[in-house]
């Protein structure tokens, strides 16, 4: 299995930029597909931002796309998430999740299609 820790989460303002970070260690990372996921109070999880193992193929929510960029370092076995032009409704705790790919893909948006998480870094955004 693999464990993953975020990092880079914080208070800013609106039109701010925050980039998150999540390292994982205990196996391969490129055998992973990774996401970002958010969770807002009283809200369900939300899909925010998605890439393939190799890096090569990324897939966003409506919300995000434009505003935010997925990457991955797989020397570095990180994703990272930039986030710009924040918000008050990107507040948040922000999850990064992975995927061991046997098949399909190369990205997946469901919480439901990831088996490993991190415990999440919280995003706040004041007006």
């Known amino acids: 299995q693999v464990q993953l820790v975020e990092s880079g989460g914080g208070q800013v303002q609106t039109g701010d930029s925050l980039r998150l970070s999540c390292t994982a260690s205990?196996?391969?990372?490129?055998?992973?597909?990774m996401g970002w996921f958010r969770q807002a109070p009283a809200k369900e999880r939300e899909f925010v931002a998605s890439i393939s193992w190799t890096g090569d193929t990324t897939d966003y929510a409506t919300s995000t796309k434009g505003r935010f960029t997925i990457s991955r370092d797989n020397g570095k076995d990180t994703v990272y998430l930039q986030m710009n032009s924040l918000i008050p409704e990107d507040t948040a705790v922000y999850y990064c999740?992975?995927?061991?790919?046997?098949?399909?893909?190369?990205?997946?948006?469901?919480?439901?299609?990831?088996?490993?998480w991190g415990q999440g870094t919280q995003v706040a955004v004041s007006s």
């Open positions: 205990g196996r391969t990372f490129s055998d992973y597909a």
């Open positions: 999740a992975a995927r061991l790919v046997l098949w399909g893909g190369p990205t997946w948006s469901r919480p439901s299609e990831y088996k490993y």
